[in-house]
């Protein structure tokens, strides 16, 4: 398919989008403690609990159920991987506690375990690390930040956040109608209640505090919310618009668990002495059109068909997106975005405007698996990115929102997470 090339080879030279000479990054504070990836020999990076690759990375303390952190490296060689543990407030600022107030013996180490890609085009060396392990105990409830470093700890290669959660209180929580009428249509609302009769709190509003996420995200999650109503065994987090998130639309799907066979998005696959290359079907903006169907809420997962072993036999391919758009979008730039982008608007992900099809493409390299994702717009000038007129929002897709409650006693020098809870927006 050598116009595939031809045209996405124009649109990146046209609009200077360089995928050559890529270096390590040097984060920002911000992101050094977010779920990013510096270093660009590093693909399909994942951290959830043991055996559930769609959840957050969450902790029960002291339980026996580890979170895992998974990622490929593309370099020629292998290479020997330093990490260290950072603990967070709530709103994700490091703290002032020794790591080893929090990590018992031991308070860094080496990822050890690997394995070699086969049957596959594209070689890449595979690593894991379950956490806690042998060397690393986390004593303290609260956020914490695995960071991943080259093996002299100088260059910090990745970042992620997990949460170590002591289960001191109960939440109740429920959907509400959203409270504006202008919402009705394309947001959605919660209210909960966070109840401990067994436990006297002296002064709730400054002890504790409340954080929400939709679909695992931290790009728009609600941080730090206290309750409005406060008694002695129990705080009601119900202010009208608190919890209130944008409804968007169910993500969009893309199974590349084959490469042997094309079906449902995939338009055409390639075989190549040196790899795969996969065309899309062109996707259409839907604003305007409710969607209803199961997705990951944003998510992926690897897996392959064609083999047994999902780590190291999935192989990897040039996958080709198109969004069909007969004008350019003058003042935005367009993203791919999902987990697959860690929820960030990495420039990686923008798409550039091809005038052969009337759209925007862009070329990922993903390995074997499902994925979920958004087209998104983000203002050249600065500002948060748009979905209204890519994908659009409707109040009756399904999510998944996630409840944090924090608890810092008088005295205190962390951030206890005592409480979880999940709700559908179903």
């Excluded at 067994?198 to 730090?224: F, H, S």
């Excluded at 169910?250 to 079906?263: G, H, Q, V």
């Amino acid at each position: 398919m050598y116009w595939r090339y031809w045209f996405l080879s124009f649109a990146l030279f046209f609009y200077g989008i360089s995928l050559e000479g890529k270096e390590v990054r040097t984060p920002a504070d911000s992101l050094a403690l977010s779920n990013y990836t510096f270093d660009p020999q590093i693909h399909s990076v994942k951290f959830h609990q043991a055996g559930f690759p769609l959840t957050l990375p969450i902790l029960q303390l002291y339980a026996s159920l580890p979170v895992v952190l998974s990622f490929d490296d593309f370099s020629e060689e292998v290479r020997r991987f330093y990490y260290t543990i950072v603990q967070c407030t709530y709103d994700w600022k490091p703290t002032d506690m020794s790591p080893r107030e929090y990590l018992g013996s031991y308070t860094d180490g080496y990822i050890d375990d690997y394995d070699f890609s086969f049957n596959t085009f594209t070689s890449f060396t595979h690593y894991e690390l379950p956490l806690p392990n042998d060397e690393i105990q986390i004593t303290r409830s609260g956020n914490y930040v695995l960071q991943v470093y080259d093996e002299d700890g100088e260059k910090l290669i990745l970042s992620r956040r997990f949460m170590v959660v002591e289960p001191m209180m109960d939440v109740q929580a429920q959907m509400v109608m959203p409270r504006m009428v202008s919402d009705m249509d394309s947001r959605q609302e919660l209210v909960f209640s966070v109840e401990h009769p067994e436990l006297e709190i002296r002064n709730p509003q400054l002890e504790m505090k409340a954080t929400v996420l939709q679909n695992n995200r931290w790009d728009n999650a609600i941080i730090g919310a206290r309750a409005r109503v406060f008694r002695p065994d129990r705080e009601v987090y119900d202010t009208p618009g608190q919890f209130s998130f944008e409804a968007g639309k169910e993500f969009r799907n893309l199974d590349l668990r084959s490469f042997r066979s094309a079906s449902g998005q995939v338009a055409d696959i390639r075989r190549y002495p040196d790899g795969y290359e996969i065309t899309l079907h062109k996707d259409y903006k839907r604003y305007d059109v409710a969607r209803d169907y199961a997705d990951a809420n944003g998510g992926f997962i690897i897996e392959t068909f064609d083999f047994d072993n999902n780590d190291l036999e999935s192989d990897y391919a040039d996958v080709l997106f198109t969004l069909y758009s007969p004008t350019k979008y003058e003042d935005y730039d367009v993203y791919i975005f999902g987990e697959l982008s860690e929820f960030q608007i990495k420039p990686e992900f923008r798409m550039a405007y091809n005038n052969l099809v009337n759209g925007y493409v862009a070329e990922l390299e993903l390995k074997q698996g499902f994925y979920n994702y958004y087209y998104v717009l983000v203002p050249k000038s600065g500002g948060q990115m748009d979905i209204s007129r890519t994908e659009g929002s409707w109040r009756s897709t399904e999510n998944v929102y996630t409840i944090l409650i924090y608890y810092r006693p008088f005295g205190e020098r962390y951030d206890r997470l005592v409480a979880v809870e999940a709700v559908s927006s179903r």
